[in-house]
C-alpha cells in the first residue's frame, strides 16, 4: 500500500514519528538512536526509517522544509500509515530577547502567515496547539541544565522576510522564534484526531544576532532537542 509519496508497506511506520525537515539527518538521528533501523521510504529522497528505540517501536523520517511538504508527509502518515504521534524536531530562528543560540524550544502554539489552517472552522482564526500530553512528556524529560523555553513559535511561509515591523511585533508579543513547518502540522494532527509536538533548537536570532553555533555546540546542543522529542514519542 504505498501513497503518492511514501513506498513502505502496511506495519512499516512505528505509531510515533520523529520528523525533522532534512532527511538526511532523518538517517543521521535513525542511525544514532534507533536499535536495527530499517530504511522504509526514499521516494523523492525523503527518506524515512524505522526501529526500536528503548525497546519500543520508533520512525524517524524527513519533513522537507515548510508547510506544504509537512503537511503532504504528516497527512498521509496519520491517515494511512497508522501513525498516531508526530513530534518535530528543527531549528528557529530566535526572535525573543529571553532566547539564546543553543537554546531549546517547545512551541506550545504557532502564530502563521500561512492560510493553511484559515477555513476549518468556518468564521473562527484557527488556533494551532501542541498536542499536551506530548509537550508535558518532552519538558517532564529535559535535564536541570538544558535552557528550555516553552511558548509559542511562527511558522512562516518565507524563510526570507521583508515585511517591516514584524520580527519586532512579534518579540513583543514574547513569539520565542521562527520555523515554516509547525502551524500545518498542529492543523493536521487536530483536523485527524492525533498528537503533534514541536522541539526546536535555537540555530541563528533575528534580532540580536548573539553569533553561531561551532559544529560541535551543533551536534551537542541538538541532541538536546533529540532527548525532549524521543521522550514524547514514547510517551
Ligand atoms: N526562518 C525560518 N526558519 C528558520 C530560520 C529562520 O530564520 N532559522 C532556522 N529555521
Known amino acids: 500500500m504505498a501513497t503518492p509519496h511514501i513506498e513502505a508497506e502496511n506495519g512499516d511506520f512505528a505509531p510515533a514519528v520523529i520528523m525533522p525537515g532534512d532527511p538526511k539527518r532523518a538517517e543521521r538521528i535513525a542511525h544514532l538512536i534507533l536499535d536495527e533501523p530499517r530504511q522504509v521510504n526514499s521516494v523523492r529522497g525523503m527518506l524515512g526509517f524505522t526501529g526500536t ?23 498521509e502518515l496519520f491517515q494511512f500509515y497508522g501513525v498516531e504521534r508526530i513530534i518535530r524536531v528543527g531549528t528557529c ?19 502563521t502567515n500561512s ?57 513583543q508579543y514574547d513569539v520565542l522564534g521562527v520555523e ?38 551543533r551536534e551537542t546542543k541538538f541532541q538536546g532537542a533529540l532527548t525532549l522529542a524521543a521522550a514524547a514519542a514514547l510517551s
Not at 93 to 111: E, L, Q
Not at 205 to 211: A, I, M, N, T, V
Open 53 to 75: 528505540y528503548q525497546g519500543q517501536p520508533l520512525s524517524v523520517m524527513g519533513s522537507g522544509m515548510g508547510q506544504p511538504s509537512i503537511a503532504i508527509y504528516a497527512t
Open 93 to 111: 530562528g530566535g526572535i525573543s530577547p529571553k532566547v539564546s543560540v543553543g537554546d531549546t524550544i517547545v512551541a506550545m502554539g504557532a502564530h
Open 115 to 171: 492560510n493553511f489552517n484559515d477555513h476549518r472552522i468556518p468564521q473562527v482564526a484557527f488556533s494551532a496547539l501542541a498536542s499536551y500530553p506530548l509537550l508535558s512528556a518532552a519538558v517532564s524529560a529535559a535535564p536541570e541544565d538544558l535552557r528550555l523555553h516553552v511558548g509559542a513559535i511562527f511558522s512562516s511561509d518565507a524563510f526570507y522576510r521583508v515585511v517591516p515591523g514584524q520580527l519586532e511585533a512579534l518579540a
Open 180 to 217: 515554516m513547518e509547525t502551524a500545518a502540522l498542529y492543523g493536521i494532527a487536530a483536523e485527524l484526531g492525533k498528537q503533534a509536538l514541536t522541539v526546536l533548537t535555537v540555530s541563528d536570532h533575528l534580532l540580536d544576532h548573539s553569533g553561531d553555533m561551532t559544529a560541535e555546540e
